[in-house]
């Protein structure tokens, strides 16, 4: 594995390996790195003839009151993860070689990125989005790989794709959980024992948000207020977002008529958590439509 810290030079090395017609594979990190980042590498390794990992503590994506200072960091033991997993490149800039002068560029898409989590972080995706144009002119990827813990993340993402025409195909990899069903993190680091204990209401109210539909409720205000009540019952947790929300276009929807999304931001002490699920019921019992 080859380390590197400045454009010019990512760029020089990739070049030789496009005009060989290799495919690049990249998988963008802010570090501190987990079996979810090993599981999209994964992915990225077994459908690319190269691979680039990227981790960056994005500072245009964090908010004044938020974690930037304290996001956890380990260069040393993320390096030595990656040269293991078999990754070709790390892209580690510092903040002045990704931002040699303040950005005046700001990549939005503004409607989908203003609710939910864009609710409760205010230009947080714009930060996202403007980074992660920014790494793809730099890496210029054939295939770029998001966890789907960050759904809407991948919903903006697409769009700005999309709506860019930007060449890059996005693929989303499936959650990777901890064994109690909590969904890996780097952030849950700052979880005390007895929070990392109570986090496990997050993934245990995904579950019970699918028992409720199953039961037949469909009245989406009624299900995102028992959903809060469920997890407002452990003393530690509170509810910031809970959203039934349409899979693709994440818009709202009165009543649970075929899949929905259910994502949640929950509150543990000081650290937000979240996540989320497509429950289908129909495909779970085996009755889609032929
Ligand atoms: P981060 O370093 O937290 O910015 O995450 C980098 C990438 O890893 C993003 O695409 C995340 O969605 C993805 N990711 C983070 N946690 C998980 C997880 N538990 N399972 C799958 N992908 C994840």
Redesign the pocket.
Known sequence: METITTIADLRERLAAHRRAGRSIGF???????????L??LGRAKAENAVTVVS?FVNPLQFGANEDLAKYPRDLERDSALLEEAGVDFLFAPGVTDMYPQPMQTVVDVPKLGSELEGAARPGHFAGVATVVTKLFNIVQPDAA??????YQ??AIIRRMVDDLAQPVRIVA?????EADGL?????NVYLTPAERTAAVIVPRALAEAARLIRSGIADTTRLEQMIAGFIRAEPLATPEVVALRHPETLAEIDTVVGPVLLLLFVRIGQTRLLDNRVIDIASENGMEAA
Do not use: N, W
């Open positions: 998988v963008p990190t802010m570090g501190y790195l987990h079996q979810g980042h599981t999209l981790i790989y998001f966890g789907e813990k960050d993340q991948v990899v499936p959650t990777v959980r969904a890996c993190s780097s952030r």
